[in-house]
């Protein structure tokens, strides 16, 4: 399990929960460059220090995520697994414009 963020970041980015996080897995630590934050699943010890934290609630641990949230799940995981590679990053993030977009 991690800790998962969702939609309520996108564009807003607070950066609150990136100051308290113990083992620095919430990227990019500046928050630029991309429309929402991240948090590593290899790197995340569950502490949860992160989600009370965030002002706009969009940190849930992965069984508390709300289903209408859960593409959030790859999301995070694919920044990860993609982010030393910009093209293929910014490919990815092409194809799935729609759910980097804020539904409610």
């Known amino acids: 399990m991690a800790y998962i963020i969702?939609?309520?970041?996108?564009?807003?980015?607070?950066?609150?929960?990136?100051e308290v996080c113990p083992v620095d897995c919430i990227h990019p630590t500046d928050g630029e460059g991309e429309p929402i934050l991240y948090i590593d699943p290899d790197e995340c010890i569950d502490c949860g220090a992160c989600e009370p934290e965030c002002p706009v609630e969009a940190i849930f641990a992965e069984e508390d995520l709300p289903e209408e949230w859960h593409r959030f799940i790859e999301i995070?995981?694919?920044?990860?697994?993609?982010?030393?590679?910009?093209?293929?990053?910014t490919k990815y993030k092409e194809a799935h414009a729609a759910d980097f977009e804020k539904k409610a």
């Open 76 to 89: 995070n995981a694919k920044y990860f697994e993609l982010k030393d590679h910009p093209a293929e990053w």
């Open 6 to 18: 969702a939609e309520p970041c996108i564009d807003v980015k607070d950066k609150s929960c990136v």
